[in-house]
């Protein structure tokens, strides 16, 4: 399923963090027409997933979803995805970069480069939501305390954007439990004035990794038996420069090694 948005914030420097607000929004949220209720409780979500420091600090990312690798510098741009034997090697600020199959240069490789770069912003986004509920381009709204599929109450906060991503028409609720601030459940819309959601999931599994929390779990509320897992997460502060010039697949169970 296409996901909507990896939004455009993440080409800015990171933003210093104020002494008098421990996670200020990204260049570009839409504080004024957001909900201040919603705002509060994206903020205690971004504390229970590790901090605004430990996401800013956070350097280098990986994970497999739909059976693709992606490995992304998330301080330089660069970023790394894999299916089969295609290789992209892409800088997401700049759009620039390379693509391989079987170890050999493609050219043109417009297309690819594409393709890798829209993967960053889909597969990006379902990794990364809870982190980026003030983001540029994003209005936080509050629907009030809804139960979520596991009978337990959740905190209803609604996402829409503008002039962000590559499907700004998109929409979300995000349900972020009361008990634990996490982000637990979400319903996708294609059009943001949708009455019904094109699909929900739960977000399951949380575990910390290198200080920040990630859900490896996704599964669809309406077909329990559709489970979405996203693998070979994981946080590091160093890789080696091969990771982002090495034209042949790499093993994502091994990176860091």
């Given at each position: 399923?296409?996901?909507?948005?990896?939004?455009?914030?993440?080409?800015?420097?990171?933003?210093?963090?104020?002494?008098?607000?421990?996670?200020?929004?990204?260049?570009?949220?839409?504080?004024?027409?957001?909900?201040?209720?919603?705002?509060?409780?994206?903020?205690?979500?971004?504390?229970?997933?590790?901090?605004?420091?430990?996401?800013?600090?956070?350097?280098?990312?990986?994970?497999?979803?739909?059976?693709?690798?992606?490995?992304?510098?998330?301080?330089?741009?660069?970023?790394?995805?894999?299916?089969?034997?295609?290789?992209?090697?892409?800088?997401?600020?700049?759009?620039?970069?390379?693509?391989?199959?079987?170890?050999?240069?493609?050219?043109?490789?417009?297309?690819?480069?594409?393709?890798?770069?829209r993967?960053?912003?889909?597969?990006?986004?379902?990794?990364?939501?809870?982190?980026?509920?003030?983001?540029?381009?994003?209005?936080?709204?509050?629907?009030?305390?809804?139960?979520?599929?596991?009978?337990?109450?959740?905190?209803?906060?609604?996402?829409?954007?503008?002039?962000?991503?590559?499907?700004?028409?998109?929409?979300?609720?995000?349900?972020?439990?009361?008990?634990?601030?996490?982000?637990?459940?979400?319903?996708?819309?294609?059009?943001?004035?949708?009455?019904?959601?094109?699909?929900?999931?739960?977000?399951?599994?949380?575990?910390?990794?290198?200080?920040?929390?990630?859900?490896?779990?996704?599964?669809?509320?309406?077909?329990?038996?559709?489970?979405?897992?996203?693998n070979?997460?994981?946080?590091?502060?160093?890789?080696?420069?091969?990771?982002?010039?090495?034209?042949?697949?790499?093993?994502?169970?091994t990176?860091?090694?």
């Amino acid at each position: 399923m296409k996901s909507s948005i990896f939004l455009v914030l993440l080409l800015f420097p990171v933003l210093a963090l104020a002494q008098d607000d421990p996670n200020p929004p990204m260049e570009g949220f839409n504080i004024e027409a957001s909900d201040s209720r919603a705002i509060e409780i994206a903020d205690l979500v971004m504390a229970s997933m590790g901090g605004r420091q430990a996401w800013d600090q956070t350097r280098y990312l990986s994970w497999t979803l739909f059976g693709q690798d992606h490995v992304w510098d998330k301080w330089t741009g660069m970023f790394r995805w894999q299916n089969d034997s295609t290789v992209v090697l892409v800088n997401i600020h700049t759009r620039e970069g390379q693509a391989f199959i079987h170890g050999d240069e493609v050219q043109p490789s417009e297309e690819l480069l594409a393709i890798a770069y829209r993967n960053w912003i889909n597969a990006g986004y379902w990794l990364m939501l809870p982190f980026k509920l003030k983001d540029s381009g994003v209005t936080l709204g509050y629907k009030g305390e809804e139960m979520m599929s596991n009978g337990e109450k959740a905190h209803v906060l609604t996402l829409q954007f503008e002039n962000v991503g590559l499907t700004p028409g998109n929409g979300y609720d995000v349900y972020v439990s009361t008990e634990r601030n996490l982000v637990e459940q979400w319903s996708f819309y294609a059009r943001a004035d949708s009455e019904e959601p094109n699909f929900i999931r739960t977000w399951e599994g949380y575990k910390s990794y290198g200080g920040i929390m990630l859900a490896d779990t996704r599964v669809d509320v309406t077909d329990p038996s559709n489970v979405r897992t996203l693998n070979n997460l994981g946080v590091y502060s160093e890789l080696s420069d091969s990771v982002f010039e090495n034209p042949n697949r790499i093993n994502l169970s091994t990176l860091g090694e």
